[in-house]
Nanobody, 123 residues
Framework: QVQLVESGGGSVQAGGSLRLSCAAS???????MGWFRQAPGKERESVAA????????QYVGPVKGRFTISRDNEKNILYLQMNNLRPEDTAVYYC?????????????????WGQGTQVTVSS
C-alpha cells in the first residue's frame, strides 16, 4: 500500500508562485506519478505527469511553460512548481501514483491518490 501526502497549497494573487510537494510512503517506490486538479463543479483533470525515474514529463496545454513537475527519488517526493498562476488554476490539487514506470495523463491509469491540497488564486 502506498500513501501519498500533499502539502504546499495556499492562496496567492495572480502572477504569484507556489510549490506543491507530495511525499510517498513506500520503501521501494519506483512508480510513475502525476498531478491532477479538480475545480468546483468540474471533472478531475491531469496537470502534469512524470515517469520513473523521471526522464520523461508530460503537461496539459494550459499549464505548459508555467508549471514544472519533478521528483526526488531518494526522498520519495514529487514536486509541482507553479509560476505565473492564474485565477483559473484555482482547484484542489492531487498527486497520484501508478504501478507502472511510464508516464500517463489518464486518470484511470493511477492507483494511489493523495487527499488533495487547495490552491486559490485571486485576481
Amino acid at each position: 500500500q502506498v500513501q501519498l501526502v500533499e502539502s504546499g497549497g495556499g492562496s496567492v494573487q495572480a502572477g504569484g508562485s507556489l510549490r506543491l510537494s507530495c511525499a510517498a510512503s513506500s520503501p521501494h517506490f519506483s512508480y510513475a506519478m502525476g498531478w491532477f486538479r479538480q475545480a468546483p463543479g468540474k471533472e478531475r483533470e491531469s496537470v502534469a505527469a512524470i515517469s520513473w525515474p523521471g526522464r520523461k514529463t508530460q503537461y496539459v496545454g494550459p499549464v505548459k511553460g508555467r508549471f514544472t513537475i519533478s521528483r526526488d527519488n531518494e526522498k520519495n517526493i514529487l514536486y509541482l512548481q507553479m509560476n505565473n498562476l492564474r485565477p483559473e488554476d484555482t482547484a484542489v490539487y492531487y498527486c497520484a501514483a501508478r504501478t507502472y514506470q511510464t508516464v500517463s495523463n489518464r486518470r484511470e491509469d493511477y492507483t494511489y491518490w493523495g487527499q488533495g491540497t487547495q490552491v486559490t488564486v485571486s485576481s
